[in-house]
């Protein structure tokens, strides 16, 4: 997930002088209210989620205990794909409730800072881009679209029908990679143009790296992997257009799909990064 740049973060070391640490999970301007955030699961072992003010800005944090969360035993437990996604989820779990009030800027997964007195300062320190970052994020969620294309032809017929010599087999072959490659040169523009439509209802937009077939669970490939930062008040445009180039996508034998609205990690970025990102995506 895109979160905060890590310079944001000011991880802590493996020898704790202090029994716990503070995790912070998010930034926000409008704080949920501590009964909410208080009941909110946290960290296993951890003390129950609060509200730490900065200033005008205010943190969601939970106590965890140091012994747990130091470096190498943060690194150990997270190698490990059971304790990874129980962190993920938790971690899921303190931003949906900083969420819960009003825009958030999520920060990365187990960003810890020995005390509250340091991460309190490592925010006032940011105050002014993360006010920024709020305001640019204030009633406004993302979506995400992917579009699966057409698999690729399989090689059953390439040899041609009966007997061929070498330099026709190998003609035929030629010929059937060309077709493969210029039929998936087509895939992309399509997927292409369905992101720069998708791009005239966003205030901003970024195209991921495309999963690979294992991670979809699809035998097609994933030509566009992209997120939209919308206004609310287009919410209801923007699937309205998903769903028109959805329908004109299946002509083509292409799946798009869509999914949200979603806390908009992909944008919770410096104003720095997030150019980089859009010059990346050719926006």
């Not at 979160?3 to 716990?20: E, I, K, W, Y």
């Not at 996604?85 to 800072?113: D, K, N, Q």
């Not at 039929?183 to 439509?197: F, G, M, S, T, Y």
């Not at 209802?201 to 930062?229: C, D, I, K």
């Amino acid at each position: 997930m895109s979160t905060l740049p890590a310079d944001r973060a000011s991880v802590t070391g493996p020898d704790m002088p202090h029994p716990t640490v503070t995790c912070v999970f998010a930034v926000t301007d409008t704080p949920p209210p501590h009964e909410a955030v208080s009941v909110t699961p946290g960290h296993d072992g951890g003390g129950p989620l609060r509200v730490l003010a900065a200033g005008p800005l205010h943190l969601i944090v939970q106590d965890v205990p140091a012994a747990a969360f130091g470096e190498e035993a943060l690194a150990e437990r997270l190698n490990r794909p059971d304790e990874l996604e129980r962190c993920a989820r938790a971690h899921h779990r303190g931003v949906e409730t900083a969420a819960s009030a009003g825009p958030v800027v999520p920060l990365p997964m187990a960003t810890l800072y020995l005390d509250d007195h340091n991460a309190v300062r490592a925010v006032t320190d940011r105050a002014a881009s993360l006010r920024t970052l709020l305001d640019r994020l204030r009633n406004r969620t993302e979506w995400a679209v992917k579009v699966h294309g057409p698999g690729t032809g399989h090689a059953s017929g390439a040899a041609g029908d009966g007997p061929a010599d070498g330099r026709s087999y190998l003609r035929r072959v030629s010929e059937r990679r060309r077709t493969e490659r210029e039929e998936r040169e087509r895939a992309l523009a399509r997927a292409h143009a369905v992101d720069r439509e998708l791009r005239r209802y966003a205030v901003a937009a970024t195209r991921h790296r495309p999963q690979s077939e294992q991670l979809t669970g699809r035998s097609v490939p994933q030509l566009l992997n992209a997120a939209y930062l919308v206004d609310d008040a287009r919410r209801a445009e923007f699937v309205r257009a998903v769903g028109e180039l959805a329908r004109d996508a299946q002509q083509s034998a292409l799946e798009v799909t869509m999914s949200g609205p979603w806390i908009p990690y992909s944008f919770a970025r410096s104003d720095e990064a997030e150019r980089d990102a859009h010059e990346e995506a050719g926006a």
